[in-house]
């Protein structure tokens, strides 16, 4: 069993930086695909990066592609999201998650974070 913790959300001007951090418990998490995934009032969950277990592969929703990057220390059974540039409407709160399968959509994650609210100021 795996159990996601974030931290690092906040109040940023348009333009700013933050960087998300999700500490992982459980043995299995370096076995594990994580994603960063958000969801603003009113809107469906997006997709915003996704890591291979190994980080050897990586992949961007569109809106976020060229500001943000993600990363993961398997070591310390962390993963992060830096966040570059950041928008008004990069507003939401952000979710950690943890899935065998890894792909772009939420429903292959079994292992979800309480989620991080993050919001940028214009």
């Known amino acids: 069993q795996v159990q996601l913790v974030e931290s690092g959300g906040g109040l940023v001007q348009a333009g700013g930086s933050l960087r998300l951090s999700c500490a992982a418990s459980g043995r299995s998490f370096s076995s594990y695909s994580m994603a960063w995934f958000r969801q603003a009032p009113g809107k469906e969950r997006e997709f915003v990066a996704r890591i291979s277990w190994n980080g050897g592969s990586t992949s961007y929703g569109d809106s976020v592609k060229g500001r943000f990057t993600i990363s993961r220390d398997n070591s310390k059974n962390t993963g992060s999201l830096q966040m570059n540039s950041l928008k008004p409407e990069d507003t939401a709160v952000y979710y950690c998650?943890?899935?065998?399968?890894?792909?772009?959509?939420?429903?292959?994650?079994?292992?979800w974070g309480q989620g991080t609210q993050v919001t940028v100021s214009s």
């Open positions: 998650a943890a899935g065998r399968f890894g792909t772009t959509t939420s429903p292959s994650y079994s292992h």
